[in-house]
């Protein structure tokens, strides 16, 4: 049987990526709380004193972005806002102006968007991705609560794993290396504090241990300094970590960014509705691994195209399954929206 390695990578939130996204996020959230039915799609760019839209600074704040050494801070930077209305000519065509009932509303632009599931996790996600987005959640959490004072808000993670391929039917076997790149302050160092804390606290909290052993490889600020970090180290900018938000890699990516954009952008809803479908296929054990592509027109209700992949681990055929997930679900852009109560920021997270 076959075996090979695959490497999955994630950032934290004090990523200057990422810290776009969020504030886009907080911006949408904003929106939604004074109007469900709110069209908002918007673009974030960070860089060391300045953060253009766009910005709610206590998304920053509450990051841990506070001063300059650490590459941000929310309390004096420049924030430089452009916001405009959608164009009218979008809006009838896709909304009618809210006239138009949920099945025929149309969608906000063109585009294919995929879903993918497999058995790997409880999560139903790929398991170097699972692994590599808690190590990064759980720098946060131990920055924050003060286990590892000296940890700063960037950071970035890798997992690769060794898998066997048994007909298509991934199967973890061992982790081959930890990859963690942490933002610190200028009073630790690798030798002394680092690799110990990031082991410790970090990866044994994270990593079961039947996926560790003596062979694996632990590449812990392989740099040796990471002080200079977010928005001061490099510019942030919004959706450039797409992979990261959704599958590691493994299965597809297809259409824009989810961040800063209502559940109307099909590039946001019709993924949701991609990743549902792909879930409940091998939640019911029809499947090991499932992934789904569903395409949109500007202004057409019903999907472009549905296309079903089990590679080969189906239960029945994939011509069948997309029978049955088309008689199941309902792709039409409106109705995604209100099956999976989509207008709150809350059901974004």
């Excluded at 509450?62 to 000519?89: M, R």
Aim: proline letters at 4%; glycine letters at 8%.
């Amino acid at each position: 049987m076959d075996t090979f390695l695959f490497t999955s990578e994630s950032v934290n939130q004090g990523h200057p990526d990422k810290l776009c996204d969020q504030i886009s996020y907080a911006i949408l959230d904003a929106y939604l709380e004074q109007d469900p039915e709110s069209k908002v799609d918007c673009e974030i760019c960070v860089k060391t004193k300045m953060v253009v839209v766009f910005d709610r600074p206590h998304t920053c704040r509450g990051i841990g972005f506070v001063s300059f050494e650490v590459g941000l801070d929310a309390d004096n930077c420049k924030v430089l806002v452009n916001v405009e209305q959608q164009s009218p000519d979008i809006a009838q065509s896709v909304h009618g102006h809210l006239t138009k009932k949920p099945e025929e509303i149309g969608a906000s632009d063109q585009g294919h968007m995929f879903g993918y599931a497999t058995d790997e996790t409880p999560e139903l996600m790929p398991l170097t991705h699972v692994l590599a987005t808690k190590i990064g959640a759980k720098l946060d959490e131990v920055r924050k609560n003060g286990v590892c004072p000296w940890l700063w808000p960037d950071g970035r993670t890798e997992v690769t794993m060794e898998y066997q391929n048994e007909g298509g039917s991934m199967i973890p076997l061992r982790v081959q290396t930890v990859l963690i790149s942490t933002q610190h302050n200028s009073t630790v160092t690798n030798e002394l504090q680092i690799s110990k804390d990031l082991k410790e606290h970090v990866i044994k909290a994270v990593i079961p241990s039947k996926y560790l052993d003596k062979m694996t490889i632990f590449l812990l600020n392989p740099a040796r300094q990471f002080v200079i970090g977010g928005p001061r180290g490099h510019v942030g900018l919004l959706g450039r970590k797409k992979i990261v938000d959704t599958y590691g890699g493994w299965g597809a990516y297809g259409g824009g960014a989810f961040s800063g954009k209502d559940a109307s952008k099909v590039h946001r809803s019709g993924a949701y509705i991609a990743r549902k479908v792909a879930k409940s296929v091998v939640a019911s054990n029809l499947a090991k691994r499932c992934i789904v592509q569903v395409s949109y027109a500007i202004g057409v209700p019903e999907p472009l195209s549905v296309f079903v992949d089990t590679y080969g681990t189906g239960k029945v055929s994939d011509r069948d399954l997309l029978d049955q997930v088309k008689k199941t679900f309902n792709f039409r852009r409106g109705m995604t929206i209100v099956n999976l109560d989509l207008k709150t920021g809350d059901s974004f997270r």
